[in-house]
């Protein structure tokens, strides 16, 4: 027979355990074969019983064309958006994280309960079934704050293996119907950390709906150096001649140099429908040789147009870096200034497939055939998963911004 005594987890406190039981002594029946185990009050776990809110999520009757998820704590700053997409004709709906967690993650919360959710919503619900989903809430790989700097991470992201790395992926989050990973369903992020940014982010998008902006001005096309990785400058007059002639600038920084960052700042300032860049990067750079970055945005002046950025390059999107924004997201969180939405990457890509990528998403956005912002990319995605070229960029590439929004 064998006994064990168990305390806490900290050696101090076993010893405790110990000589309180030497004191007061341990007396039990035993059984020879058999071994024991003896815990402190202390050292067992006790579980949380919570019993579940009433929830309606499952009721067949439900139909909503657009739905916005975020923490309860952000649905009041959601209200005037979710307002504008019904006086627009949207059957729009708000739907707390924490339910979500509650009736599709077993109380956990986790991005997998709101692809449960979203899965039902679009096989379940009374039909039509949803198109948009805006995902309002930032999110990290530290949401414990494990680092101590770490920003809050209201709304978690789906994590998915890729060829290169583990990265992350709305676009799973709604790819809900067959076995492929194609979304059927239109999703944006608004990276909000806080209430106020929730708030000045929805400021944002009714203001630039406000002012019938819509993506028909100037564009300016940023490429880096070409070298063994792809030729950027091609790429660009490419997309120049091919969607925006005669009313696209191309910066290159080839011939620029040192005077690309300026230049940049000077395109953004005079107002564009798009800023758009090819090259090598990171999360929150531009270019080998920093020709932007995540923390230029607080160089901006007041816009008189705020455009659509395009970042084909590798993890401009990258939005779960704890401590800093990615690019795509800095530009999104300047208030009156910046981009209204961005598509941008999470994970890296090759050149050939991403200007074919590129190349499908401004053939849609320059169509006139797309009233929203959300049926541009579920369009693009369609039309380049028919390419077969690396199927993975699906996946990584990112809407920040809300898929209703009206572009024309």
Same mark, same amino acid.
């Given at each position: 027979m064998a006994i064990q005594i168990f305390g806490t987890r900290k050696c101090q406190e076993t010893r405790k355990a110990e000589r309180y039981f030497k004191e007061r002594g341990v007396r039990f029946q035993a059984e020879a074969g058999h071994r024991y185990l003896v815990a402190t009050r202390e050292a067992l776990l006790a579980p949380r019983v919570a019993a579940p809110a009433a929830s309606t999520l499952r009721a067949t009757t439900n139909?909503?064309? +657009?739905?916005?998820?975020?923490?309860?704590?952000?649905?009041?700053?959601?209200?005037?958006?979710?307002?504008?997409?019904?006086?627009?004709?949207?059957?729009?709906?708000?739907?707390?994280?924490?339910?979500?967690?509650?009736?599709?993650?077993?109380?956990?919360?986790?991005?997998?309960?709101?692809?449960?959710?979203?899965?039902?919503?679009?096989? /379940?619900?009374?039909?039509p079934s949803p198109r948009y989903v805006l995902l309002l809430g930032d999110s990290s790989y530290d949401p414990r704050n494990f680092m101590g700097t770490s920003q809050p991470s209201p709304l978690p992201a789906l994590w998915t293996k890729t060829g290169y790395l583990w990265t992350v992926s709305d676009p799973l989050l709604v790819a809900v119907n067959g076995e492929d990973d194609l979304p059927d369903l239109a999703i944006g992020r608004l990276p909000a950390a806080t209430v106020e940014q929730a708030e000045m982010l929805v400021e944002?998008?009714?203001?630039?709906?406000? /002012?019938?902006?819509?993506?028909n001005g100037m564009a300016a096309l940023v490429a880096d150096n070409p070298d063994l990785a792809g030729d950027f400058e091609a790429n660009t007059r490419?997309?120049?001649?091919?969607?925006?002639?005669?009313?696209?600038?191309? $910066?290159?920084?080839?011939?620029?140099?040192?005077?690309?960052?300026?230049r940049i700042l000077e395109a953004l300032n005079s107002g564009l429908s798009y800023l758009d860049y090819v090259g090598h990067g990171g999360a929150a750079v531009w270019a080998s040789e920093n020709v932007?970055? /995540?923390?230029?945005?607080?160089?901006?002046?007041?816009?008189?147009?705020?455009?659509?950025?395009?970042?084909?390059?590798?993890?401009?999107? +990258?939005?779960?870096?704890? /401590?800093?924004?990615?690019? !795509?997201?800095? $530009?999104?969180?300047?208030?009156?200034?910046?981009?209204?939405? !961005?598509?941008?990457?999470?994970?890296?890509?090759? =050149?050939?497939?991403?200007?074919?990528?590129?190349?499908?998403?401004?053939?849609?956005?320059?169509?006139?055939?797309?009233?929203?912002?959300? =049926?541009?990319?579920?369009?693009?995605?369609q039309s380049y998963a028919q390419s077969g070229l690396m199927p993975e960029l699906v996946s990584v590439y990112h809407l920040f911004g809300d898929p209703a929004l009206r572009i024309r």
């Amino acid at each position: 027979m064998a006994i064990q005594i168990f305390g806490t987890r900290k050696c101090q406190e076993t010893r405790k355990a110990e000589r309180y039981f030497k004191e007061r002594g341990v007396r039990f029946q035993a059984e020879a074969g058999h071994r024991y185990l003896v815990a402190t009050r202390e050292a067992l776990l006790a579980p949380r019983v919570a019993a579940p809110a009433a929830s309606t999520l499952r009721a067949t009757t439900n139909q909503a064309d +657009y739905l916005l998820i975020a923490p309860r704590a952000f649905l009041a700053a959601a209200e005037p958006l979710l307002q504008r997409r019904r006086d627009q004709g949207l059957a729009s709906r708000a739907l707390a994280f924490e339910e979500i967690a509650d009736e599709f993650g077993h109380g956990q919360p986790s991005a997998e309960a709101i692809r449960g959710f979203l899965a039902y919503a679009f096989q /379940s619900w009374a039909r039509p079934s949803p198109r948009y989903v805006l995902l309002l809430g930032d999110s990290s790989y530290d949401p414990r704050n494990f680092m101590g700097t770490s920003q809050p991470s209201p709304l978690p992201a789906l994590w998915t293996k890729t060829g290169y790395l583990w990265t992350v992926s709305d676009p799973l989050l709604v790819a809900v119907n067959g076995e492929d990973d194609l979304p059927d369903l239109a999703i944006g992020r608004l990276p909000a950390a806080t209430v106020e940014q929730a708030e000045m982010l929805v400021e944002k998008l009714l203001a630039w709906e406000d /002012s019938g902006q819509g993506l028909n001005g100037m564009a300016a096309l940023v490429a880096d150096n070409p070298d063994l990785a792809g030729d950027f400058e091609a790429n660009t007059r490419d997309i120049a001649a091919s969607f925006l002639a005669g009313r696209s600038e191309q $910066l290159l920084l080839s011939q620029l140099g040192a005077q690309t960052r300026p230049r940049i700042l000077e395109a953004l300032n005079s107002g564009l429908s798009y800023l758009d860049y090819v090259g090598h990067g990171g999360a929150a750079v531009w270019a080998s040789e920093n020709v932007w970055n /995540s923390w230029d945005a607080a160089s901006l002046q007041a816009q008189s147009q705020q455009p659509l950025l395009l970042t084909m390059n590798c993890l401009n999107g +990258y939005f779960v870096a704890p /401590s800093f924004d990615s690019l !795509a997201e800095s $530009l999104l969180k300047a208030q009156g200034r910046g981009a209204i939405a !961005a598509f941008s990457p999470s994970g890296l890509s090759l =050149d050939g497939p991403a200007h074919v990528y590129h190349r499908a998403l401004m053939a849609e956005l320059t169509s006139g055939r797309h009233e929203r912002l959300g =049926d541009v990319v579920l369009a693009a995605q369609q039309s380049y998963a028919q390419s077969g070229l690396m199927p993975e960029l699906v996946s990584v590439y990112h809407l920040f911004g809300d898929p209703a929004l009206r572009i024309r």
